[in-house]
Nanobody
Framework: QLVESGGGMVQAGGSLRLSCVGSGRTFSDYGMGWFRQAPGKEREFVAAISRAATKVNYKEAVKGRSTISRDNVKNTVYLDIHRLKPEDTAVYFC???????????????????WGQGTQVTVSS
């Protein structure tokens, strides 16, 4: 089970930290990702991190102002987003996929477990 939190309403230029807590399985066996879906649009990749946090990958539009990280003791993955823009408004989902290698997965089809999402709204 994955449970996201940390969403909310924020003004453009602000920052948010999203958290996703996993339970029920060995968290460190899973590559983790963040995706988002805006109204009327398809779900899109935001960031991903390998199970030991040795590799990360970002969507170009958030690169340089976002950081994905994880704490395998707390079974939590984080997404820090700075300099938020109205176009960042979306429901943000975390996802998990058990990996044998330290793979970073950028495709939604590659994930087997999903959270319920947390809403992020950025006002101009």
């Amino acid at each position: 089970q994955l449970v996201e939190s940390g969403g909310g309403m924020v003004q453009a230029g602000g920052s948010l930290r999203l958290s996703c807590v996993g339970s029920g399985r060995t968290f460190s066996d899973y590559g983790m990702g963040w995706f988002r879906q805006a109204p009327g649009k398809e779900r899109e990749f935001v960031a991903a991190i390998s199970r030991a946090a040795t590799k990360v990958n970002y969507k170009e539009a958030v690169k340089g102002r976002s950081t994905i990280s994880r704490d395998n003791v707390k079974n939590t993955v984080y997404l820090d987003i700075h300099r938020l823009k109205p176009e960042d408004t979306a429901v943000y989902f975390c996802a998990a996929k058990r990996t044998v290698t330290g793979a970073v997965i950028s495709s939604a089809d590659g994930y087997s477990h999903w959270g319920q999402g947390t809403q992020v709204t950025v006002s101009s």
